[in-house]
């Protein structure tokens, strides 16, 4: 089954072919992704209405790309995937309003993807490992996002249990607002995560944040705080801009690390998938493969390209869901804000 996958769930639009008759990685046809970063810069964060204008101007000629490095036509599509939410709502109908309006002109079934699943899944594209092989469930997935930061406990796919999540800023969020507080252009997490690189560990000690009692919530304002008076209280040099930088990556990649060590102890797994944009992070992904490797189980990650938003997550999750013979109401419709646990369990075979 050829699936088109359409993603316009904030600020990037994306678009992907993605081929069930193929293995791993390989059933990756094609994929494009166009990021909105230089629009919303100026205000320092994402400006909704501008994110939903800028995918009704991307969206087709993005599409005819894809199409085109697939070497494909519509006429050769077997299926649409899009996002149906969470996200915001005017940038969320663009891709369903045109994924919708595909389905009906081509006569091809489609359905709405979790945002969230999406990301969940796209580990389990990727080729297999060769001792372990590919992801299966029960795993542990740790969700890490601008948006979100969840422990999920994944029975099956489409069978999911939140285990904890975060009771205010999700991890991306706090890595970006504490880059702003420094001075670091929008969006500061990435620049953050490499100026960290040329901190000097152990000159500030921030805490790790609700890890000193039971529980696997998350709470990232307060280190936050923190950033923000030892900033205010520095020289504020280069030198000290990055020795910060080190130190909130090294408290936010502790605080991860840990809670992922209890999710595991809690659900009884030993395999946990991390997904979503701070996944890409290289301290982050270090720590976690050597702790799942100190307890004998691992940690799968999907590729850098594939942690931050994209229409290839969304057509390989929809495609699972469509060969299952789950469609969606032909009517144009989205969901803000969507409860993973609500999903239906995807039944292969079941088409």
Known sequence: MRVLGIETSCDETGVAVYDTGRAGADGLLAHAVY????????????VPELASRDHVRKLLPLIRQTLGEAGLGVDDLDGVAYTAGPGLVGALLVGAGVARSLAWALDLPAVGVHHMEGHLLAPLMEDADPVHGRPEPPFVALLVSGGHTQLVAVDAIGSYRLLGETLDDAAGEAFDKTAK??????????QL???AEAGTPGRFGFPR??????????SFSGLKTQVMLAWRDSDQSDATRADIARAFEDAMVDTLAIKCERALDEAGCDTLVVAGGVGANRRLRARLQAMAARRGGRACFPRPALCTDNGAMIAFAGALRLESG?????AVHVTPRWDMATLPEVRPGAA
């Open 193 to 195: 995560a490499a100026l």
């Open 35 to 46: 990021s909105q970063i230089a629009l919303h810069a100026e205000y320092g964060g994402v």
């Open 181 to 190: 507080l420094m001075g670091l252009p929008y969006p500061g997490g990435p």
């Open 209 to 218: 944040p609700m890890t000193n009692r039971p529980g696997l919530d998350f």
């Open 326 to 330: 789950e469609r969606s109401p032909d």
